[in-house]
């Protein structure tokens, strides 16, 4: 909850009204509890993918930003912040192009629970580049709930 809220605080105008990210937070803490780490991942990738759809900082993920084309589904693509999205170099981790097109129909379709779904299928990936999206449009060093985090893993045995 405390990475939810820094991430609306940090990257929201002061009174600036969003209610579908209310309802998407809303629905998002419960998820947040002990349990399943895949369901708490897939609720914390679907949030952020709404997040970042509300302010209009996503791309259209189902097209190549640069060319408008549609993406091939066996191909591998990565979200770049300053070129949306791209064919991913062969020396790093993306996202195949049916997963990208699955995220979008899901990000259209307004369901939440069916986002969360779409995002079950690429946590690792999802993550990686979803946090590099993150971080350039913070444009701050380290998220205070991620330092916090790290700082208990350091202390866990």
Known sequence: GFYLNELLMKLLARHDPHPALFDAYALTLPLLGPGEDARTQSALRAFELTLLQEIGLLPDLSVATQTQQPLAAAASYALRPEAGVIEARGDESGLSGATLVGLQAALEHG?????????AGA???????????????????????????LDVQNLAP
């Open 111 to 119: 369901s939440l629970e069916a986002l969360q779904q779409a995002c």
């Open 123 to 149: 946590l690792p990936a999802l993550k990686a580049q979803l946090r590099a999206l993150l971080h350039y449009h913070l444009g701050s060093a380290t998220l205070r709930t991620r330092q916090v985090m």
